[in-house]
Nanobody
Framework: QVLLVESGGGLVQPGGSLRLSCVAS????????MGWFRQAPGKEREFVAA????????HYADSVKGRFTISRDNAANTAYLQMNSLKPEDTAVYYC??????????????????WGQGTQVTVSS
């Protein structure tokens, strides 16, 4: 079992920045690929970014490429999502997820058995 706790969400103006954190416990963090997903009101949950256990492989949704950066600190059992140039359409509940995927990372939420409770990000003036 992997327990995931997100933090760092909040209210930010368009063009602003936030950094989300996801702290893992329960299993060896470095064995797991990590993903970030989001769900806006009335919409399905969608992929945002993913990173392999080593950090050597990353994937991004086209809508966030160039604005968001996923990273991880295996010594701190933490994954991060740095979000810059935020737009109102980035407003959503953001979830982190973990999966034992070997050397890779995945875009599909079906690959991830472990999920956090989510943190709200609201981009509004």
């Amino acid at each position: 079992q992997v327990l995931l706790v997100e933090s760092g969400g909040g209210l930010v103006q368009p063009g602003g920045s936030l950094r989300l954190s996801c702290v893992a416990s329960g299993r060896t963090f470095r064995n797991y690929a990590m993903g970030w997903f989001r769900q806006a009101p009335g919409k399905e949950r969608e992929f945002v970014a993913a990173i392999s256990w080593s950090g050597g492989i990353t994937h991004y949704a086209d809508s966030v490429k160039g604005r968001f950066t996923i990273s991880r600190d295996n010594a701190a059992n933490t994954a991060y999502l740095q979000m810059n140039s935020l737009k109102p359409e980035d407003t959503a509940v953001y979830y982190c997820a973990a999966a034992a995927l070997g050397p890779g990372a995945a875009r599909s939420e079906r690959e991830y058995p472990y999920w956090g409770q989510g943190t709200q990000v609201t981009v509004s003036s």
